[in-house]
């Protein structure tokens, strides 16, 4: 970051909004110190940093900056660069962030599903718990097609409104 952004920035208030964003994402169920992290990247503006950046700015030690950025990357909610001619890693978040994600929940959803039948093979469908069971896989398999044809809508409205990556 240049100088001048550098000082053109509120460094108050973007560490007011990484916080509150952060306890955001933290009442929706994600690791405080991962979402902390992820608001640091999203509020930067090269969209990366160093360990030792993130270490600095949210005031937490190296080895709580590599547990969360181990959790954001398993989530493909940032991914790790090496900086040129340096054995530095340098963690990014991408503008396609979300989409990665939540498309990246399809196998999960998947492993329900396969779940799921099983569980309504071993109760029976025409028992209550089966029946409960089969209504639970219904919508996972609801769910999962409405993501595909929502995943699509989104990357053409993306398209559209922000232009191709």
């Known amino acids: ?23 955001q994402l933290v009442e929706a169920g994600m690791q405080r110190m991962p979402a902390r992290v992820f608001a640091a990247l999203l509020s930067s503006d090269e969209g990366s940093m160093t360990s030792a950046e993130l270490g600095e700015q949210l005031r937490i030690s190296p080895a709580a900056v590599s547990g969360a950025v181990r959790y954001l990357a ?44 099983e569980g309504v093979t071993s109760l029976g469908a025409d028992t209550p718990a089966g029946r409960r069971m089969a209504e639970t896989l219904a919508f996972f398999e609801f ?23």
């Open 1 to 23: 970051m240049t100088e001048s952004a550098s000082s053109a920035r509120d460094t108050e208030a973007v560490s007011r909004f990484v916080e509150s964003f952060a306890a």
């Open 74 to 117: 398993q989530t493909h909610m940032v991914s790790r660069e090496r900086e040129p001619g340096s054995r530095r890693e340098r963690y990014r978040v991408h503008g396609n962030q979300w989409y990665e994600a939540l498309t990246n929940r399809e196998a999960v959803i998947k492993r329900w599903e396969g779940a799921l039948r």
């Open 143 to 165: 769910i999962e097609t409405e993501i595909v044809e929502m995943m699509e809508r989104w990357r053409v409205h993306r398209e559209k409104k922000f232009g191709q990556e």
